[in-house]
């Protein structure tokens, strides 16, 4: 596992039981760079886990967000899973190419003081996906 990966011994510590599919699931977000989706985590198991259906991948991945291990975000249309970071962060996305920038949460500061101060409200800026266009394709001839 890496250093973004969270203990097994916490999931036992929060109560819940670490069964195989849980740990299997766990391992291959580990081994995987970045956004992972369900897929492509089905497609790991059918080489080492086979026994392990789509259905039950999402129901762990679902398990994994509601305990805040893992990030749920759409991506260009893709729901895709990552570690949940430490700290907040946030992705840029083109609806054009699909190319992910990530964004420093520094960004949202301003945003979260007017949202409080005109509107009472105390903004959770943990993980955002920005959809828009990338400079490349904005400069790209129609």
């Known amino acids: 596992m890496n250093n973004k990966t969270p203990d097994?011994?916490?999931i036992r510590e929060l109560g819940f039981r670490v069964t195989p599919q849980r740990r299997f699931i766990l391992h291959a977000l580990a081994r995987q760079e970045g956004h992972t989706t369900?897929?492509?985590i089905y497609q790991i198991a059918q080489?080492?886990?086979?026994?392990?259906?789509l259905a039950t991948i999402y129901r762990v991945l679902d398990f994994f967000c509601e305990l805040n291990l893992i990030?749920?975000?759409?991506m260009a249309g893709r729901v895709v899973y990552e570690f949940a970071p430490d700290a907040p962060h946030?992705?840029?996305?083109c609806r054009?190419?699909?190319q992910v920038a990530v964004l420093d949460d520094h960004h949202?500061?301003?945003?979260?003081a007017h949202l409080l101060a005109d509107h009472g409200f105390k903004a959770d800026f943990n993980h955002l996906a920005i959809h828009g266009v990338c400079s490349h394709c904005w400069d790209e001839p129609a």
Do not use: K, W, Y
């Open 38 to 40: 369900a897929a492509e």
């Open 108 to 112: 949202f500061s301003e945003l979260a």
């Open 8 to 10: 097994l011994a916490h």
């Open 47 to 53: 080489q080492e886990m086979p026994t392990l259906n």
């Open 71 to 74: 990030t749920r975000s759409d």
């Open 96 to 98: 054009h190419c699909g």
């Open 90 to 93: 946030h992705h840029l996305i």
